[in-house]
């Protein structure tokens, strides 16, 4: 009878440290990973990828995309298009959101003035 309850602590003692230790793996090895995804609007997105991480990828079905971080850069072909370092609460990424036209100073305005410097008038 002494053995039997000697086994038996000895017993329930390794489940509890299994249970105990077998838990406390999981909370180390898994990871809270937040993924960046949204939506690349453009009737070309089946000819644009986008890079984060170092690794290219080609959008998803509807312009999709996801990354762990940022900046996000989008391609065409081997045309860097432009990158994002955040994304819109709805999601959407649109051509005007990555593309800034600049060129040694001048900047494009939206009524095709070209400015040099800074956007004072």
């Given at each position: 009878?002494?053995k039997?309850?000697?086994?038996s ?5 390794l489940?509890?440290?299994?249970f105990?230790?077998?838990?406390c ?11 960046n ?19 290219v ?5 509807g ?19 432009g ?14 959101d990555?593309i800034?036209l ?17 956007l004072?008038?």
């Amino acid at each position: 009878m002494k053995k039997l309850n000697m086994i038996s602590t000895i017993t329930l003692s390794l489940f509890g440290l299994v249970f105990v230790f077998g838990g406390c793996s999981d909370a180390l090895t898994s990871t809270n990973v937040q993924m960046n995804s949204g939506h690349f609007v453009s009737v070309f997105d089946k000819s644009i990828n986008y890079k984060c991480a170092e690794k290219v990828k080609a959008l998803s079905k509807g312009g999709e995309f996801e990354c762990q971080s940022f900046p996000i850069a989008f391609y065409m072909e081997d045309v860097k298009l432009g990158e994002i370092s955040s994304i819109h609460n709805d999601g959407y990424v649109f051509p005007q959101d990555i593309i800034v036209l600049e060129e040694m100073g001048a900047v494009y305005t939206s009524d095709d003035r070209m400015m040099f410097g800074s956007l004072q008038e």
